[in-house]
């Protein structure tokens, strides 16, 4: 019994004001710093979408625009809309959970912050695999 | 009597209990991998870039003639760039490396001022981040109206 109060107790403090006011302005960054991501990807479409029917009039899409090129424009505008909407969600939920002091939205503030990181740290280690294997299929075609 | 109102009194605040002690230490550990493997992209991109300098001097200097008397003043401004950005960078990395070390033993020894000292590494992390998203983004936009794409 006084075990488990023990371990309770472990992790269990008070977010204090200065607490408060860090967890503040970190949501506030958050939060600008997901909209100027979105704001940049619309732009990067916009742009690939202006090259795309600029380029394709005269070489026809397949040259222009090709299959891979597709799905490299594709996928980094899904992992990028994921993202930067869980860090949204981040934000939006710390904030609400200091506003109306809600543990329920506070934790899932942290939760999906960890995450946003998470992610990131995902793509890295998938980056890192594909640049490996592109080296070894360099290498091998070399040989 | 004062115990059970210590009780209501701390459940009308917010705490950093398990759940929440387990998400910054879930946070921690992806922002100290992301940071440590930044530092080392970042060591040999500017590796590259300044070796990249030197041959680039070089080639220059035996392609146009009077190129050696401002070679040494362009490969200066050049390596000093590299220097600069290099060294923001570095700084916004260490603050992710930071939040990664202070947030999560703030957690674990119920340091408030640790925990403190990590959330405000992360946020200046943000802040900065975004300064050079937003950066690049107006240079984006400027490009664009140039280009003739937004006008």
């Given amino acids: ?143 | 009597m004062e115990s059970a109102e210590m009780d209501h009194l701390t459940g009308m605040n917010l705490e950093v209990d398990a759940d929440a002690g387990r998400h910054i230490t879930n946070a921690g550990k992806w922002t100290k991998f992301i940071a440590i493997f930044m530092f080392i992209a970042l060591g040999l991109g500017m590796m590259l870039l300044l070796a990249g300098s030197t041959m680039l001097e070089r080639v220059l200097g035996s392609a146009l003639p009077g190129f050696g008397r401002y070679s040494s003043m362009g490969t200066g401004i050049f390596v000093a760039i590299i220097v600069i950005v290099g060294a923001v960078f570095f700084y916004l990395f260490y603050l992710l490396y930071s939040f990664s070390q202070n947030a999560p033993a703030g957690v674990a020894s119920e340091d408030k001022q640790l925990l403190n000292k990590g959330f405000q590494s992360l946020k200046l992390y943000f802040i900065i981040s975004t300064s050079i998203s937003i950066l690049a983004l107006l240079f984006t936009i400027y490009s664009l109206v140039f280009s003739g794409i937004l006008r």
Avoid at chain 1, 105 to 131: C, D, E
Wanted: hydrophobic share 55%; glycine share 6%; no cysteine.
């Fill in chain 1, 1 to 143: 019994m006084e075990t488990e109060n023990i371990h309770q107790h472990i992790f269990e403090f008070e977010v204090n004001e200065e607490s408060k006011g860090q967890l503040q302005g970190l949501s506030q960054w958050m939060q600008i710093s997901a909209i100027t991501a979105f704001i940049s990807l619309a732009l990067s479409l916009i742009s690939t979408v202006y090259t795309y029917v600029k380029y394709s009039a005269f070489f026809g899409f397949r040259s222009a625009f090709g299959g891979f090129e597709m799905i490299k424009l594709l996928l980094s505008t899904v992992i990028s809309i994921i993202l930067n909407l869980m860090l949204i969600q981040a934000a939006a939920n710390i904030k609400k959970g200091l506003a109306l002091t809600d543990q329920g939205y506070f934790n899932l503030g942290l939760s999906k912050m960890a995450t946003y990181f998470k992610i990131m740290g995902i793509l890295i280690i998938v980056v890192l695999s594909l640049i490996v294997v592109a080296f070894f299929f360099a290498l091998l075609m070399r040989f």
